[in-house]
T-cell receptor
């Protein structure tokens, strides 16, 4: 079956530091890959996505590249802000009959001023 | 811009009580989903509805039932609540069927069972 493994954290950084959150996956076929962000007390919001190999998704300074050879989709940001403090989830959809998402366990990021 | 609306936002139940969590979306989406979120477990799919009139079990369906009342609404029912069902519940929806389509989430229902 499908699975997503992401670094569990928590991750604590100072403002303006570089961020990497690792995500690797196991799936049949050619899945689409997503990063979602959950701010405290809120639901999940789509941060970025990539739908085929070598695609780069980007949004709000965050980037992730779909690497089929390493089955990875690592999230990066060059300079984090306090407002980026949240839980980040990596997820995939393999296009199965009902397009269900498989999520990683989430990574809590705290950015200190 | 309501998107996906869940009610209630918070609820405390006693073991054995029943309740229904409500979810409604105003985006004319076909597919709707119920997840639970537990610490260290990520999100796990409880039930989903690919289209109006259909429902299917997800990863952790035991102890739950669902109803797809119409295209907009998808409810989750706990018939006899247990402490193990203490969790945060999220409803999500997606429109055009395809693996590239993201899901849109509500803000969650925080449920505690004593």
């Amino acid at each position: 079956g499908n699975s997503v493994t992401q670094m569990e954290g928590p991750v604590t950084l100072s403002e303006e530091a570089f961020l990497t959150i690792n995500c690797t996956y196991t799936a049949t076929g050619y899945p689409s890959l997503f990063w979602y962000v959950q701010y405290p007390g809120e639901g999940l919001q789509l941060l970025l996505k990539a739908t085929k190999a070598d695609d780069k998704g980007s949004n709000k300074g965050f980037e992730a590249t779909y690497r089929k050879e390493t089955t990875s989709f690592h999230l990066e940001k060059g300079s984090v802000q306090v407002s980026d403090s949240a839980v980040y989830f990596c997820a995939l959809s393999d296009g199965g009959s009902n397009y269900k998402l498989t999520f990683g366990k989430g990574t809590l990021l705290t950015v200190n001023p | 811009n309501a998107g996906v609306t869940q009610t209630p936002k918070f609820q405390v139940l006693k073991t054995g009580q029943s309740m229904t969590l409500q979810c409604a979306q105003d985006m004319n989406h076909n597919s709707m989903y119920w997840y639970r979120q537990d610490p260290g477990m990520g999100l796990r799919l409880i039930y989903y509805s690919a289209s109006e009139g259909t429902t299917d079990k997800g990863e952790v369906p035991n102890g739950y039932n669902v109803s797809r009342l119409n295209k907009r609404e998808f409810s989750l029912r706990l018939e006899s609540a247990a402490p193990s069902q203490t969790s945060v519940y999220f409803c999500a929806s997606t429109g055009v069927r395809g693996k590239n389509q993201p899901q849109h989430f509500g803000d969650g229902t925080r449920l505690s069972i004593l």
